[in-house]
């Protein structure tokens, strides 16, 4: 019998240092047979594994419609991201997933994207979003508002500035009243307000929206006053996932276990778990 807790073994292909405490990794499976085999759906999540100081949840950065390979984006913030984080490119760490549901992306096709995201909670969003560019012909217009504390907390900023460069992106990037630099050139303001500000079209669109639960919590309200029905907003709900497996019961609201059900919901099935959002 298979043992469901026990990880593939990944190699560090490669490192991107995003922030001084976020990392990127490319890891690609030891075992040939996954390495061709593996697949996922965008929005899917996994756990990784920092062997001798255990496990920490991540979703899946990198766009499903691109082989071969896996990408996760982390913050150093305890024992198993710190030890994560001193791995090197060449070192072993394990992985097991994909776990949950996904953004429903043929529902998508022919409509016009917005994706809200702030800080290290663009990735569950970016594999949305290179999954759209690369299949750029089944979606209409894509704005990405993406905003951080500072400029120096933003991820990817080398995709960020491809994006802009795209004529058929609308990036519109902002940084906390006081993150900016000399130099900087986009808006200074928080994530809910440059999204009122900017005032993306409800007709024919669709929102997705990830980032910290106050973050979340203002930019739900900004989609309603634009005139976002709550079945038009998605959001994701990684921060709830624990052992990936509803074994531990650490992710369940009431009677919904978000690992097993989740992460993605609809605005309107948040509700339904949190009434007071």
């Not at 440059?194 to 929102?207: F, G, I, M, Q, R």
């Not at 919590?217 to 709900?237: H, I, M, R």
Request: charged share 25%.
């Amino acid at each position: 019998m298979q043992n469901i807790y026990l990880p593939h073994l990944m190699t560090v292909e490669d490192i991107v240092e995003e922030t001084p405490d976020v990392r990127t990794f490319r890891l690609v499976f030891q075992d040939e047979k996954m390495r061709e085999s593996f697949s996922f759906r965008a929005g899917q999540f996994a756990l990784y594994s920092a062997f001798g100081a255990g496990e920490s949840t991540f979703c899946i950065a990198n766009p499903s419609t691109r082989k071969g390979y896996i990408e996760t984006t982390f913050r150093r913030v305890g024992r198993v991201t710190g030890t994560l984080a001193d791995l090197n490119i060449g070192d072993t760490m394990g992985f097991r997933g994909p776990y949950g549901n996904w953004f429903p992306m043929e529902s998508f096709h022919g409509k016009n994207l917005i994706f809200v995201a702030g800080g290290i909670a663009l990735p569950p969003l970016r594999t949305v979003i290179w999954e759209c560019l690369d299949q750029r012909e089944k979606f209409g217009e894509i704005t990405v508002i993406y905003g951080a504390r500072s400029v120096q907390d933003l991820v990817y900023k080398r995709e960020l500035e491809h994006w802009d460069e795209r004529p058929d992106v609308n990036l519109v990037q902002t940084v906390d009243p006081g993150g900016e630099e000399p130099g900087w050139k986009g808006k200074i303001g928080f994530v809910p307000t440059v999204l009122k500000e900017t005032a993306p079209s409800p007709d024919n669109a669709v929102a997705l929206v990830c980032g910290p639960p106050i973050m979340i919590k203002f930019s739900l309200q900004a989609l309603g006053e634009l005139g976002f029905s709550d079945e038009q907003v998605y959001t994701t709900l990684e921060n709830k996932m624990k052992c990936g497996l509803g074994k531990c019961g650490r992710c369940n609201v009431g009677d919904i276990y978000i690992c097993k059900e989740g992460p993605v919901y609809t605005t309107a099935e948040v509700k339904r778990m949190y009434p007071d959002l």
